[in-house]
């Protein structure tokens, strides 16, 4: 069983920066993990993904250059730090944990998810 708890969303202004933070425990049952986001009336999209034992990094190309995952393998978190934000970069934003390292883009293949966390950016 792995637990995931997001932490670090808010408020913030186009062009500002937020860090989320994805702390899991049960993790030796983890290979990869994802953020992903969802907007109102949208479908959920990966935002981006890293594997644990190589530190791989996968990224959709609306954020690539802006944002950046990281993990902490000693600590089991997993950190989104998100630059020069966009209002489309509005949406509830998910950790999510997977075993395997294939197909880790899509959301259907991750077994774990945590609560979300709302990040807001106004014009």
């Known amino acids: 069983q792995v637990q995931l708890v997001e932490s670090g969303g808010g408020l913030v202004q186009a062009g500002g920066s937020l860090t989320l933070f994805c702390e899991t425990s049960?993790?030796?049952?983890?290979?990869?993990m994802g953020w992903f986001r969802q907007a109102p009336g949208k479908e959920r999209e990966v935002v981006a993904a890293i594997i644990w034992s190589n530190g791989n990094t996968y990224y959709a190309d609306s954020v690539r250059g802006r944002f950046a995952i990281s993990k902490d393998n000693a600590k089991n978190t997993v950190t989104l730090q998100m630059n020069s934000l966009k209002p489309e970069d509005t949406a509830v934003y998910y950790c999510?944990?997977?075993?395997?390292?294939?197909?880790?883009?899509?959301?259907?293949?991750?077994?774990?998810w945590g609560q979300g966390t709302q990040v807001t950016v106004s014009s």
């Open positions: 049960g993790r030796t049952f983890s290979d990869a």
């Open positions: 999510a944990s997977k075993t395997g390292w294939d197909a880790i883009l899509l959301a259907d293949e991750y077994d774990y």
